[in-house]
Each structure stands twice: as C-alpha cells, then as structure tokens.
C-alpha cells in the first residue's frame, strides 16, 4: 500500500473520529466546524450514489476548509456532466442545481443533480439478436411439378414445369421453363421446351447488395413500372435483414431524475415495461406497426407516484430511415414475347431507381430510363404530414420518338385501427411513354387512372370497404367501377363475405354473397350466390378438406348450378414427405376435362439424392452422420427423422431466417453420443445447407476394479483410459464407468497416497454397453 493512500486512509480514520456527519447543500450549510487554518486538504476515497443510484464506483474528493472539492473528471468519469464548470477542481456547494450529502458513517457522498447531467439511456424494445452469417453449400436442386390433362372432344397433354438450381459460396444460378407435350387435338398449339427465366444471383450480407445477371425484372416506384431484361443488375436488398426495420418508427424521449419504472402501452395494450436510472432516456423501436396511433407512457417512482403522458403518432411504411437509401440499376435488352419464344429479346435499356429517406418525414424518390428514341426521367417524395397522413407527389418526362410529353401523379393515404382512406391519380399527357409502355412505335400506356379507397372497422359488425376506380385509355375509351363490400368473422372460424361492382359506364350490377363454415380442424363448407350485370345468377357449392401442414389427404367437392349448364369439380390431394400427388375433374354436362398432376424436387448435396417436396425458397439438408432413425426438430417442432443414409430433407426452411434445428438421441441407441445437440442455421436465398450433427458411435463400458488382493479399489482413485486419454475416477464398490471403449483397453489407477497400478480389459464389438460379469484386477 503506498504512503499516500495509508495517508488518505488515516485521515479519514481521524474525521470519522472526530467529526459528526453533517450534510452540505449548494450554497449552504459548511461541511465541518474545524478551522481551514488548522486542517490540511483531506484526500477521501468515497463510494459514490448519484439520484439514490449506487454508482458502483468511489470518487476522490478533497476536505478543504469544511468544504468538498472534486474534479470535473472525476464527476464526467461517474456520468455526471457538470455544465461550463469554472476550473477543473470545484467546490461542490458552489455548484448551482447540485446537491450534495456526506455520509460519514458509511463513508459514502450522496449526489442530486439535474437529470440531464446524467448520460442518456436508449430503451430498445426489440433486441437485436445476434447475428449469423448466412451460409450456402455446394449442391443441386430441381422443382418439378408435371401435369396432365385430358378434355373430352378436346386436346390432350402433358407438361412439365420445372426450375433447376445450382448453388453454393458463389451464388446460385436458376433455370425455369416448361416441356409441353401434344397428346390429342390442340392444333396449333406450341409443343417442346420453352424456357422462361435463367439468372445467376449473389448477396453480399455485409453491404446489403444483390448482384444479377440473366433474366431480370426492373424495380418500379407508385408512379412507375417493371420490365423484363436480359442484363445486369445492382440493387439494394433488404431482406437479407429481416430484422432491419426500413421505415421510421416513433421515439419518446424524456427524463426521470430517480429510479424510476416505465410502462409503455400502445393503441390501449401494454407493449412493454422497463426500470430506468436517472437520465434522459429515449424509447425506440417501438413495436412494429402502420398508420395512426396512439402510445402511452407511464412512469412509477419509487414512492408509488406515477406520471402518464400521451404520445400520439404516425408511422407509414411508404418512408425510410433518415440517411437509408434503397436503389437499383438495371441495363441490358429488353425481353420480347416472353412465354413464346426461348430468346427474345429487342432493344438495349437501361433503368435506375434511387429512395433516399432525407429526414423521418419526408422519403425522395428518383427514376431514370432509357433506351434507343425513348429517355425519361422523373423525381417525386412522400412527405409525412403531422399525424394526419401520408402525402405522395411525383413528375416525369419522356422524350420518345422526337416528342416530348409529362406524367404527374399524386395520392393520399392515411389509415387508424379504425378506418383507412387512399386515394391515387396519374395524369400523362398524350405521347407519354416509359419502357412498359413501347412496343416498335405503338404506345399502349393510359392517359390517366384514378382511385379511391375507403375502408371502416365496425367492431362486432365487422369491416366495411368502398372503392372507386377510373381508367380512360388512350383511344379515349373509359372504365369505371364502383365496388362495396362488407366482411365478418366470428370467433368460431365462420365468415361471411358481400360484395357489389356496378359499371358506371354500361351500367347494371354484379353482386356475390359468400358464407364460409369451418366444419374441422381442416374442413370448410363455402355456399356462395353471384348476379352478373345482366341479372343472370350463380349458386356455388364446395365442400374442401385442406391437406395438413405436416402431410396426409385432402380433398375438394364444389358444384354450381346457374348459366347454360350445371359446373361440377372433385379434386383429391395427397401430400408426403417426398411428392404431392393431385388428380380430380371438372366441368358440365357438355365437356368435362380430366386432370393429374405431381410436383416435388430432388436434392444432390453431400454427394447423395434426395426427395422432398417443392422447395419455394431455402431448404437445409440435416445429417445425423450416417444413423437413421433420428428424430429431427424445426423450431422445437418434429419434422421428420433422418433416412437409412442418415439424412433429412427440410425443404421450407425461409431464407435469411436463423431458424434451430434440433436432433432428439432420447430414443436412439445408448452408445450413440453427439457433442452438439442443436444449432442455428440462416441460409441464403435459393440455396440450401448441409448441417451435419456429429453424431457417432460410443461404446460404453462399466466394469469393477480389484486389486491383487481381491479387494475393491476406494471411492475416488483416478482412473486413466490409456487408448482414448479419457480420466474418471472410481465409483461406489469399485465401480468404474467408460466411454468410447475398445476391443481391448488398459486403465491406469492411481490412488491418493500415490501408488498406481493398470488394469486390462477386452470388450465385444456390439451395440449394446459392455457390462463386464467378473471383475479386473489392477496389478
């Protein structure tokens, strides 16, 4: 211990001895009675409670005249800002707005101070988990869905849709087309391969970028539109962050100067609650939600007194971020008579889209096109009006064919647990033309479109919906329609849906009434009743049982009665671990069709094929290290067991999701052992991950040791495996339990007063554990 601090020690002893406790306020009452004269500064090493927070820290302060004196560092280094102090050592009774208490018996200072002295605090109600590298391994996959049909006094075929992909650390390429084969009648219809998209696909996690090549389609804004290429594209790609929320959410901010609990209750539920320190502290990431609202935040001290504030917001999905930006550039050629022909492709385009979220509020949007005789640029926002609703503008200009011409499009939306309203409108001027738009020199763009939306919650009586919707196309012609409805569910699972369309240019109206009745777990009854504009009527009738998630049969039972002939339907569906199986009928009494189909995929990875139903996304192939039988868990739910090879196909794992995939060795063999038992596994988007559990084979052994003397080795002696360096000790009456034995094995003993001695024993290959009959003796 060194002299200074046996010094401070001393004289803290000596105050402590000397000196009753008496508290020191800012400009107030004096530490001690001593004379400054008499005394020399005091170094005190005190435990130091700011806002009845114990600081788990001490502070160093100084006794000088009957006064403290600290450091600004020394207050900054416990949270506490002091602000514009006057000198680096300060009085602590000079300081205006804190307060300060000695407690000499406990050796302890007691600070108040403002609560915005203290560091802020940030309260996140939707932790971020950590994060794990999305992975891909080397392998094959092929989707396949083969249909047949045959219709009476009609054609006949078979096709076969089918998307094959190849993946790994690179990226994944796919390939989708279809082979259509001709079996009767369907003159003039196209038969052989006919290929539809072929991309090669890769993510960069790190960047939030996606980079393709081959079949593309463009991104769009509101007020712009898609278009197939054979090009290349860069783009940002947000889903491979589920958990990134894009868009602004509310912050409440505020302060509590003692410890304090907090509750924060959202549109009336209670969403959360929290223990604050002192400080200011600021709620983010407030649960997810969209539209108006309202949060309520309560706070609690100490002594019962609460504090309620409201909070109202308004949160749109349409923004982003302050500072995110959400792009993409595509260039290439663009794809002519897709699903005709195998390669068409015409002119070379390009497109770029840029979102840019410049404060909370407001979202700039930005879009640029060109290709040869057409350039078009156009810019727009979405701006955030208080919490009443977003606002979205955007214009654009087109130079096509030497001719120049504007689109302007505007909207509104605002929805509340209560009621939404939308509406939308694009203007284009005549000659107005974008990449979607331009066939050779034939424009087939809209002049202008409009809608409206309104939608209200009526409680027990469930929700009402209107809707209104104008198109005037470019020769003029008009289309207008008028639709209402109205919905209502029950707890019970019934339904009931009507709606009415009226055409407001031909006039007359269509009307359908639907009434859907759960008979079961997977059963439902559906009765409906339909009127056309002109007054004709359809009754429908469908009796369905949905095949189970986990597999099994469903099937379909649907008549309806109306128009120039009765319309009947029976499908039947059957769906296994390997192949979903389909075949059914339909239509009246003129003509009716006859159908089959089968779809499924086949998996290479690990150098083995394997079966499974349609992969839509990712899927992970689960190894148990060549042992079947093995249970296997997706999200603490059983999906199957590994195969003879000792594998299992998941085939609906989602991409970019860190799902837990689990093996079960309760029911497996007892020498069957794993060092892992679960893991989290996120895979990328089109591929697939091989996971393999080390799972082998471990024989056990118990045997009883003696020494020469025929007596059983005492409790606790140390036991070595020579052949695998495994240690154990001795149990009860000598008992001596092994893993991972051999034919032959050598165990060395060694007992506490030092002496040692080895011990051998064989062991039978089997599957059972070795149970040694005699005992060994250890010499």
């Known amino acids: 211990m060194s002299h200074a601090i046996r010094q401070g020690l001393w004289a803290q002893m000596l105050a402590l001895s000397v000196v009753p406790a008496v508290p020191v306020w800012a400009g107030g009452l004096p530490l001690s009675a001593l004379d400054a004269q008499d005394v020399a500064p005091l170094p005190l090493h005190l435990d130091l409670v700011v806002n009845q927070v114990d600081a788990g820290r001490q502070i160093v302060v100084e006794e000088r005249g009957g006064r403290l004196h600290a450091s600004t560092a020394a207050l900054a280094a416990a949270g506490i800002k002091v602000p514009a102090p006057a000198a680096e050592d300060i009085a602590l009774d000079d300081v205006p707005g804190l307060r300060a208490h000695y407690d000499r018996s406990l050796l302890r200072l007691m600070l108040e101070v403002p609560p915005a002295w203290l560091a802020a605090q940030t309260i996140s109600y939707r932790a971020a988990a950590p994060r794990a590298h999305a992975q891909a391994s080397l392998g094959a996959m092929l989707n396949y869905d083969i249909y047949a049909s045959d219709v009476d006094d009609g054609a006949g075929y078979v096709a076969v849709w089918n998307e094959l992909r190849m993946f790994g650390a690179a990226g994944s390429l796919t390939n989708t087309g279809q082979f259509r084969h001709i079996v009767s009648g369907g003159k003039g219809q196209q038969e052989g391969y006919l290929r539809y998209d072929t991309s090669w696909r890769y993510a960069d996690e790190a960047r939030l970028l996606t980079y393709e090549a081959g079949d593309v389609i463009t ?72 539209g108006a609202g309202q949060a309520v935040v309560v706070t609690t001290d100490a002594l019962g007194r609460q504090v309620s504030t409201t909070l109202p917001f308004y949160v749109s999905t349409r923004l982003l971020q302050p500072g995110l930006v959400d792009f993409s550039v595509t260039a290439g050629n663009l794809r002519e008579d897709y699903g005709i022909r195998n390669f068409g492709y015409g002119k070379g385009a390009g497109s770029a889209t840029l979102r840019y979220g410049l404060a909370d509020w407001l979202t700039l949007e930005g879009h640029a096109e060109a290709a040869r005789r057409l350039s078009l640029t156009g810019a727009g926002g979405n701006l955030r009006i208080g919490n009443l609703g977003v ?126 009745v759960p008979m079961g777990a997977h059963t439902t009854l559906s009765l409906s009743a339909e009127r056309d504009n002109n007054g004709g009527l359809l009754e429908r009738f469908s009796y369905a ?33 390997q192949l979903q199986v389909q075949a059914g009928t339909y239509g009246g009494h003129s003509s009716m069709t006859r159908w089959a189909d089968v779809s499924g995929s086949a998996v290479w990875m690990d150098g083995q094929l394997f079966a499974g139903n349609r992969v839509d996304d990712a899927f992970v192939v689960v190894s148990t290290g060549g042992h079947a039988g093995i ?52 895979v990328r988007a089109r591929s697939g991950y091989l996971l393999e559990f080390p799972v082998a084979r471990s024989r056990a052994a118990s045997v009883v040791v003696i020494d020469a003397q025929g007596t059983v080795l005492p409790l606790g002696a140390r036991v070595q495996h020579v052949e695998s360096g495994a240690a154990t000790v001795v149990g009860w009456d000598g008992q001596v339990y092994l893993e991972n034995v051999g034919e032959v094995n050598h165990l060395r003993v060694t007992q506490a007063d030092g002496e040692s001695c080895v011990a051998m024993f064989s062991a039978d290959e089997g599957d059972a554990p070795v149970m040694m009959p005699d005992p060994v003796v250890c010499r």
Do not use: C
């Open 219 to 290: 991104a769009a804004l509101p007020w712009s539109s898609s278009v197939r290429l054979g090009g290349v594209q860069l783009s940002r790609d947000f889903s491979v962050r589920p958990d990134l929320v894009t868009y602004p959410l509310p912050q409440f901010a505020g302060e509590v100067a003692v410890p304090t609990a907090l509750d924060l209750f959202v549109n009336g539920y209670k969403s959360s609650s929290t223990q604050l320190s002192p400080g200011p502290y600021t709620l983010t990431n407030i649960p997810l939600i969209n």
């Open 391 to 516: 606002m979205n503008a955007a214009l654009s200009q087109s130079h096509f064919n030497g001719h120049h011409a504007q689109q302007f499009a505007y909207g509104y939306q605002y929805n509340n647990p209560y009621y939404s309203l939308a509406y939308q409108r694009v203007q284009r001027q005549a000659g107005y033309a974008d990449l979607g738009a331009i066939n050779a020199s034939t424009l087939r763009t809209s002049r202008s479109s409009q809608q409206a939306t309104a939608s209200v919650r009526l409680g027990a009586w469930g929700s009402a919906g209107l809707g209104y919707f104008d198109v005037r196309n470019v020769d003029d012609s008009r289309s207008r329609l008028l639709n209402l409805s109205w919905s209502r569910s029950s707890r019970s699972g019934m339904s009931v849906y009507m709606s009415a369309n009226r055409d407001m240019q031909a006039g007359g109206w269509s009307a359908m009434a639907q009434v859907m």
């Open 545 to 577: 049982r949905q095949v189970p998630t986990a597999g099994g049969f469903g099937y379909n039972i649907g008549y309806a009665n109306g128009g120039a002939e009765d319309y009947r339907q029976l499908d039947a569906t059957w769906r296994g671990d």
């Open 631 to 682: 249970p296997v868990r997706y999200e603490n739910q059983e999906v199957g067991r590994a195969g003879s090879s000792g594998h299992l196909l998941v085939p609906w794992t989602s991409a970019y999701y860190p799902g837990k995939y689990e093996i079960d060795l309760m029911g497996a063999p007892a020498d069957i052992r794993s060092t892992q038992l679960e893991a989290r596994v996120m």
